[in-house]
C-alpha cells in the first residue's frame, strides 16, 4: 500500500511515539501507517524506541540462490580489480590482464556518438535496436561473412556478452549440456550455469594449436547436448579455425537435431594473414542452427560504448528479444549511431581497423620472440585476437624466496604481481592450469617494460636457467 512502512520484527507490544501523534500496538506481521504519521518520520529515532520497548529482532535471510551460488566469479576481473588496487597506492603496475584495446576509439566514431547527443538523440529507441543500425548490420554480414539476414533477425544488445548469455538463456533448459572447448573464455561455463544446463568443457593441446579435434567432439555428444560455443579468432589463445575443420565440425553437428551453435566472432578483424575467418554460419546447412554474435568493443576499440548484436533464424532472435525488453530493454541510443559510423568505415573497418591490426601483430611478434627465447616454455603463436597463452608449468613446483611455492598458473601470477608488478590471467580461469594469459593490448613500450619484469620474476625462480 502507498506511505506504508512495514516491519521486520515479529510484533510491537507497546505503542511509537511519531512527533505529537501515537500509534497504537500492532498485531504480528506487516505494519503499516496512514501517510499523516510520516510526516518528519525519523526511522533512526523509532528504531531506538522500539530497542528501549523489547522489541523482538528478526534475523534478515540473507541467502542467495542456488543459480547465484553455483556461478564462479570471474578471475579476469579480480585480477584486474587488484592490480589497480596496487596501482591507485601507487605501486608501478603494468596491467596486461584485461581485454580492451589501448587504442582510444577512432574519431568519426567518436564523433558521431557526439553528435547524438548535440541533436538531442538521446531517448529510448526499439528494443531490437534502430533499424538503421540493423539494417548497417545485415549489410555488413552480407558483404563481409556471405550472410543473409533481415533486420527483424537482428537483435542489438548492450556489449556482445549480453547477446551470449541471451542466447544462452533462449535455448537451453535446464539438464541441457553446453559443450565447450578449452581454453575458453572465462564467462561462458558460468552462463551456461545460470540457464541451469551443464557445461561440458572439451580439452584441447597447445601442439594442435588448442583447436578442437572433431572426433573428441563426437565421442562427447548426447541427446541432451544442445549448444556448442566455439569463438574463433580465440581468446585467450588467439587460434582461428580455418575453413576445412569447420567443415569437419559442421558435418558432425548436422547429425544431431537439437544441436545448436553459437559462433562468438568479436575478434574476427583482428586476424594476422594468412589465417582468414570464416563465419560457421556460411558452412553449408549451418544457417539455420547457427547463432552469430559479434560487436563493436574489439576492433574499433569500442568496449565503453556497450554495444554487441545477434544475428540467427528469427524463432531464436525473437527469443532473446523477448528476455532483453524484460532486461535491459534496448542499447544507448548514442553507441547506436556511433556503431553505424563504425560499419561505414568501409569492408572490415577499412584504413582505422588495418592500423590498430598492424600495431597488434608487431607487438605479438615481439612477444613471441621474447618468450620464445626462455628455456621449457611452450607456446602456440596466436593468429589472430590480441593474447597469447602460455605454457609456463616448468617453472611449478618452484620455491620463491619470500612467497612460497609455485604449484599452479594462479599461484605463478600471484608471484609475478608481487614481485615483478605485472598482472597476467591464470590459465585455470580458462580451463587450462599449464598456461597464463598475456593481452598484448598496451603499446609495445609497455610490453618491452613487462617481458623485462617478467624474466626477472622468473630468473628467481630458476637460477642459472637462461632467460
Same mark, same amino acid.
Given at each position: 500500500?502507498?506511505?506504508?512502512?512495514?516491519?521486520?520484527?515479529?510484533?510491537?507490544?507497546?505503542?511509537?511515539?511519531?512527533?505529537?501523534?501515537?500509534?497504537?500496538?500492532?498485531?504480528?506481521?506487516?505494519?503499516?501507517?496512514?501517510?499523516?504519521?510520516?510526516?518528519?518520520?525519523?526511522?533512526?529515532?523509532?528504531?531506538?524506541?522500539?530497542?528501549?520497548?523489547?522489541?523482538?529482532?528478526?534475523?534478515?535471510?540473507?541467502?542467495?540462490?542456488?543459480?547465484?551460488?553455483?556461478?564462479?566469479?570471474?578471475?579476469?576481473?579480480?585480477?584486474? =580489480?587488484?592490480? +589497480?588496487?596496487?596501482?591507485?597506492?601507487?605501486?608501478?603496475?603494468?596491467?596486461?590482464?584485461?581485454?580492451?584495446?589501448?587504442?582510444?576509439?577512432?574519431?568519426?566514431?567518436?564523433?558521431?556518438? @557526439?553528435?547524438? @547527443?548535440?541533436?538531442?538523440?538521446?531517448?529510448?529507441?526499439?528494443?531490437?535496436?534502430?533499424?538503421?543500425?540493423?539494417?548497417?548490420?545485415?549489410?555488413?554480414?552480407?558483404?563481409?561473412?556471405?550472410?543473409?539476414?533481415?533486420? =527483424?533477425?537482428?537483435?542489438?544488445?548492450?556489449?556482445?556478452?549480453?547477446?551470449?548469455?541471451?542466447?544462452? #538463456?533462449?535455448?537451453?533448459?535446464?539438464?541441457?549440456?553446453?559443450?565447450?572447448?578449452?581454453?575458453?573464455?572465462?564467462?561462458?561455463?558460468?552462463?551456461?550455469?545460470?540457464? =541451469?544446463?551443464?557445461?561440458?568443457?572439451?580439452?584441447?593441446?597447445?601442439?594442435?594449436?588448442? #583447436?578442437?579435434?572433431?572426433?573428441?567432439?563426437?565421442?562427447?555428444?548426447?541427446?541432451?547436448?544442445? #549448444?556448442? @560455443?566455439?569463438?574463433?579468432?580465440?581468446?585467450?589463445?588467439?587460434?582461428?579455425?580455418?575453413?576445412?575443420?569447420?567443415?569437419?565440425?559442421?558435418?558432425?553437428?548436422?547429425?544431431?537435431?537439437?544441436?545448436?551453435?553459437?559462433? =562468438?566472432?568479436?575478434?574476427?578483424?583482428?586476424?594476422?594473414?594468412?589465417?582468414?575467418?570464416?563465419?560457421?554460419?556460411?558452412?553449408?546447412?549451418?544457417?539455420?542452427?547457427? #547463432?552469430?554474435?559479434?560487436?563493436?568493443?574489439?576492433?574499433?576499440?569500442?568496449? *565503453?560504448?556497450?554495444?554487441?548484436?545477434?544475428? *540467427?533464424?528469427?524463432?531464436?532472435?525473437?527469443?532473446?528479444?523477448?528476455?532483453?525488453?524484460?532486461?535491459?530493454?534496448?542499447?544507448?541510443?548514442?553507441?547506436?549511431?556511433?556503431?553505424?559510423?563504425?560499419?561505414?568505415?568501409?569492408?572490415?573497418?577499412?584504413?582505422?581497423?588495418?592500423?590498430?591490426?598492424?600495431?597488434?601483430?608487431?607487438?605479438?611478434?615481439?612477444?613471441?620472440?621474447?618468450?620464445?627465447?626462455?628455456?621449457?616454455?611452450?607456446?602456440?603463436?596466436?593468429?589472430?585476437?590480441?593474447?597469447?597463452?602460455?605454457?609456463?608449468?616448468?617453472?611449478?613446483?618452484?620455491?620463491?624466496?619470500?612467497?612460497?611455492?609455485?604449484?599452479?598458473?594462479?599461484?605463478?601470477?600471484?608471484?609475478?604481481?608481487?614481485?615483478?608488478?605485472?598482472?597476467?590471467?591464470?590459465?585455470?580461469?580458462?580451463?587450462?592450469?599449464?598456461?597464463?594469459?598475456?593481452?598484448?593490448?598496451?603499446?609495445? +613500450?609497455?610490453?618491452?617494460?613487462?617481458?623485462?619484469?617478467?624474466?626477472?620474476?622468473?630468473?628467481?625462480?630458476?637460477?642459472?636457467?637462461?632467460?
Amino acid at each position: 500500500m502507498a506511505n506504508s512502512l512495514h516491519s521486520s520484527t515479529s510484533f510491537i507490544s507497546n505503542p511509537v511515539n511519531f512527533g505529537h501523534s501515537k500509534i497504537p500496538a500492532q498485531i504480528p506481521g506487516s505494519v503499516s501507517f496512514p501517510s499523516r504519521y510520516l510526516h518528519n518520520f525519523n526511522l533512526n529515532k523509532v528504531l531506538r524506541v522500539m530497542a528501549c520497548s523489547g522489541v523482538e529482532e528478526v534475523q534478515v535471510d540473507v541467502s542467495l540462490s542456488p543459480r547465484v551460488n553455483a556461478v564462479k566469479p570471474s578471475k579476469t576481473v579480480a585480477i584486474t =580489480d587488484q592490480a +589497480t588496487a596496487l596501482a591507485q597506492a601507487g605501486v608501478s603496475v603494468i596491467r596486461l590482464a584485461a581485454g580492451e584495446p589501448d587504442f582510444d576509439t577512432p574519431v568519426l566514431i567518436a564523433e558521431a556518438g @557526439i553528435n547524438a @547527443i548535440r541533436e538531442g538523440f538521446t531517448r529510448y529507441t526499439p528494443n531490437a535496436g534502430t533499424l538503421e543500425l540493423r539494417s548497417a548490420i545485415c549489410h555488413k554480414l552480407k558483404e563481409e561473412n556471405g550472410l543473409s539476414y533481415t533486420p =527483424d533477425q537482428i537483435l542489438v544488445s548492450n556489449g556482445a556478452k549480453q547477446s551470449i548469455l541471451q542466447a544462452v #538463456l533462449a535455448v537451453c533448459s535446464p539438464g541441457d549440456e553446453v559443450i565447450i572447448p578449452a581454453p575458453f573464455w572465462v564467462s561462458y561455463p558460468e552462463m551456461a550455469r545460470i540457464a =541451469d544446463a551443464t557445461p561440458v568443457i572439451l580439452p584441447t593441446r597447445i601442439s594442435e594449436n588448442f #583447436l578442437l579435434d572433431p572426433k573428441v567432439l563426437e565421442s562427447k555428444l548426447t541427446e541432451k547436448s544442445r #549448444l556448442l @560455443i566455439l569463438c574463433s579468432p580465440s581468446n585467450p589463445t588467439g587460434s582461428v579455425y580455418p575453413k576445412n575443420l569447420l567443415d569437419e565440425i559442421a558435418r558432425i553437428v548436422a547429425k544431431h537435431p537439437r544441436l545448436l551453435v553459437l559462433s =562468438d566472432e568479436i575478434y574476427e578483424h583482428i586476424i594476422y594473414a594468412p589465417a582468414t575467418h570464416t563465419s560457421f554460419a556460411s558452412l553449408p546447412g549451418m544457417w539455420e542452427r547457427t #547463432l552469430t554474435v559479434n560487436g563493436f568493443s574489439k576492433a574499433f576499440a569500442m568496449t *565503453g560504448w556497450r554495444l554487441g548484436y545477434i544475428a *540467427g533464424p528469427k524463432h531464436f532472435v525473437a527469443a532473446c528479444n523477448k528476455i532483453q525488453s524484460q532486461f535491459t530493454s534496448g542499447a544507448s541510443s548514442i553507441s547506436q549511431k556511433a556503431g553505424v559510423a563504425a560499419l561505414g568505415l568501409g569492408y572490415a573497418g577499412g584504413e582505422v581497423v588495418s592500423k590498430m591490426v598492424k600495431a597488434f601483430r608487431e607487438r605479438r611478434d615481439f612477444l613471441v620472440k621474447s618468450f620464445g627465447e626462455l628455456e621449457g616454455v611452450k607456446m602456440s603463436e596466436p593468429q589472430g585476437a590480441f593474447y597469447l597463452f602460455i605454457d609456463f608449468s616448468t617453472y611449478y613446483g618452484s620455491e620463491a624466496e619470500g612467497f612460497g611455492k609455485i604449484e599452479n598458473s594462479e599461484s605463478l601470477c600471484r608471484y609475478l604481481l608481487d614481485k615483478a608488478q605485472v598482472a597476467l590471467v591464470p590459465g585455470d580461469a580458462f580451463g587450462d592450469d599449464t598456461c597464463i594469459r598475456i593481452s598484448y593490448a598496451a603499446s609495445l +613500450t609497455t610490453l618491452q617494460a613487462a617481458v623485462e619484469r617478467i624474466k626477472k620474476g622468473l630468473l628467481t625462480l630458476r637460477p642459472g636457467v637462461p632467460v
